[in-house]
């Protein structure tokens, strides 16, 4: 692999890896300096590699770097030192205490503690989600300031805000005690789950499906599946609905990178590996009593996989979004719930019901209602696609609406 090539890849693999363990090792109250000494490993190797090539085993180079520099921080820090003098007399242990351990135990072990303390309930659900795509995901702050849409200074008020946070309730990097983590969990699967939908629904102009970021919400939620503590129903539910929405990730945009529609999808370019996971995890999802708003939603995510459009798949998504609402209401699963109401049982009850959502600042809402007119009222169907059309904040959904227009 190139260089140009293998850094971008390996510093969106490793920097999150390295600045978890550091962060753990060094505290979270030294969580930018975990930050400065990872970017300055990626500076090195750019330096190093671009002049003497790029080492037999670049990983290896990285984590060896990683750990010289923290230990050549440590061992500057006087007041860290006059700490450790105090308690420490063994030379070997104050060794021990500077040697970095980047095995992919620990690795493993480092982010899924650091997960927990990124979402600590004290912390703004959009910062969790800035923080844990900062320090869990390694993206930079222009990254994520396009991935959430905004910008660079409202990012960085995001992480400092959420970083002073966890100095001041003094949160400490590990996974709770059995007793704390089902209150802890909840906030977690929040956090996963919002991030995989800012990729899912991406309203970037530059992409229909963020795949990195669904990506990266994944990989998280395999951490929790790994440890037996967090290996809850709900957990399995969260990786199961994502493995159902990631496996029609081919067949959601056109060769144009314009987004394709459920009902104009081609099967054929689903994966099917995917989806064979999904119903794995839902499986193992039904073990125990209590049903999350995950099990529902991804049981929904279950049958858009079967792509036969009858009345009866139809009608088992509505009685789901029925239970889903009753269980948390949102306004976005009342709006998608009136889609499957029109397919199971006509498009005159489904406006009924869209109509009394009012959700009039939505495009989605408009492009439903225009959907639902067009063989009803196309004059009234015209109207809703151009309110869509205004409201519209990516230009994939805009072209899209915009051919809708032209085939009335």
């Given at each position: 692999?190139?260089?140009?090539?293998l850094?971008?890849?390996?510093?969106?693999s490793e920097?999150?890896?390295?600045c978890?363990?550091?962060?753990?090792?060094?505290?979270?109250e030294?969580?930018e300096?975990a930050?400065d000494?990872?970017?300055?490993v990626?500076?090195?190797?750019?330096?190093t590699?671009?002049?003497?090539?790029?080492?037999?085993?670049p990983?290896?180079?990285?984590y060896?770097?990683?750990?010289n520099?923290?230990?050549?921080?440590?061992?500057?820090?006087?007041?860290?030192?006059?700490?450790?003098?105090?308690q420490i007399?063994?030379?070997?242990?104050?060794?021990q205490l500077?040697?970095?351990?980047?095995?992919?135990?620990?690795?493993?072990?480092?982010?899924?503690q650091?997960?927990?303390?990124i979402c600590?309930?004290?912390?703004?659900?959009?910062?969790?989600?800035s923080l844990?795509?900062?320090?869990l995901?390694?993206f930079?702050?222009?990254?994520?300031?396009?991935?959430?849409?905004?910008?660079?200074?409202?990012i960085?008020?995001?992480?400092?805000?959420?970083?002073?946070?966890?100095?001041e309730?003094?949160?400490i990097i590990?996974?709770?005690?059995?007793?704390?983590?089902?209150?802890r969990?909840?906030t977690v699967?929040?956090?996963?789950?919002?991030l995989?939908?800012?990729?899912?629904?991406?309203?970037?102009?530059?992409a229909?499906?963020?795949?990195?970021?669904?990506?990266?919400?994944?990989?998280l939620t395999?951490l929790?599946?790994e440890?037996k503590?967090?290996?809850?129903?709900?957990v399995?539910?969260?990786l199961?609905?994502?493995?159902?929405?990631?496996s029609?990730?081919p067949?959601?945009?056109n060769e144009?990178?314009?987004i394709v529609?459920?009902?104009?999808?081609?099967?054929?370019?689903?994966?099917q590996?995917?989806?064979?996971k999904g119903?794995f995890f839902?499986?193992?999802?039904?073990?125990g009593d209590?049903i999350?708003r995950?099990?529902?939603?991804?049981s929904?995510?279950?049958?858009?996989?079967i792509?036969?459009d009858?009345?009866?798949?139809?009608?088992n998504i509505?009685q789901?979004y029925?239970?889903?609402?009753?269980?948390?209401y949102?306004?976005i699963a009342?709006?998608?719930?009136?889609y499957?109401?029109?397919k199971a049982r006509?498009k005159a009850?489904?406006?009924?019901e869209?109509?009394?959502?009012?959700?009039?600042?939505n495009?989605?809402?408009?492009?439903l209602?225009?959907?639902?007119?067009?063989d009803?009222?196309?004059?009234?169907?015209?109207?809703?696609?151009?309110?869509a059309?205004a409201?519209?904040k990516s230009q994939?959904?805009?072209?899209?609406?915009?051919r809708k227009i032209s085939?009335l």
């Amino acid at each position: 692999m190139q260089q140009s090539v293998l850094l971008p890849h390996l510093f969106r693999s490793e920097f999150s890896k390295i600045c978890a363990v550091l962060t753990r090792h060094l505290g979270i109250e030294q969580i930018e300096v975990a930050e400065d000494i990872t970017s300055e490993v990626f500076l090195n190797a750019l330096e190093t590699w671009s002049y003497k090539g790029t080492p037999e085993n670049p990983t290896a180079w990285l984590y060896a770097v990683a750990k010289n520099k923290a230990r050549n921080h440590l061992s500057r820090n006087k007041i860290f030192a006059s700490k450790i003098a105090n308690q420490i007399k063994a030379s070997t242990a104050n060794d021990q205490l500077l040697e970095v351990d980047l095995s992919e135990e620990n690795i493993s072990d480092s982010q899924l503690q650091m997960l927990f303390a990124i979402c600590h309930p004290s912390i703004a659900e959009d910062a969790q989600i800035s923080l844990a795509l900062r320090i869990l995901c390694g993206f930079g702050i222009d990254e994520i300031a396009n991935a959430l849409l905004t910008n660079k200074e409202v990012i960085n008020k995001r992480l400092y805000r959420a970083k002073e946070k966890l100095r001041e309730e003094n949160v400490i990097i590990g996974v709770p005690s059995p007793n704390e983590i089902s209150k802890r969990l909840e906030t977690v699967l929040t956090t996963l789950y919002l991030l995989f939908n800012e990729g899912y629904y991406s309203e970037s102009d530059e992409a229909v499906v963020r795949e990195d970021l669904c990506t990266e919400a994944i990989r998280l939620t395999y951490l929790l599946i790994e440890n037996k503590n967090t290996n809850q129903p709900a957990v399995n539910a969260l990786l199961s609905l994502m493995c159902f929405q990631a496996s029609r990730f081919p067949a959601r945009k056109n060769e144009y990178g314009e987004i394709v529609l459920y009902h104009d999808q081609n099967e054929s370019l689903w994966n099917q590996e995917l989806i064979t996971k999904g119903a794995f995890f839902l499986q193992q999802a039904s073990q125990g009593d209590h049903i999350s708003r995950y099990h529902l939603e991804a049981s929904i995510a279950y049958w858009h996989t079967i792509k036969l459009d009858t009345t009866e798949k139809w009608e088992n998504i509505l009685q789901l979004y029925n239970k889903l609402l009753m269980l948390e209401y949102s306004p976005i699963a009342a709006l998608n719930r009136t889609y499957a109401l029109s397919k199971a049982r006509g498009k005159a009850l489904a406006i009924q019901e869209a109509e009394k959502l009012q959700l009039v600042n939505n495009h989605y809402y408009h492009t439903l209602l225009g959907e639902l007119y067009s063989d009803v009222d196309r004059a009234k169907a015209k109207q809703h696609f151009q309110s869509a059309l205004a409201l519209a904040k990516s230009q994939a959904d805009r072209e899209m609406i915009a051919r809708k227009i032209s085939r009335l």
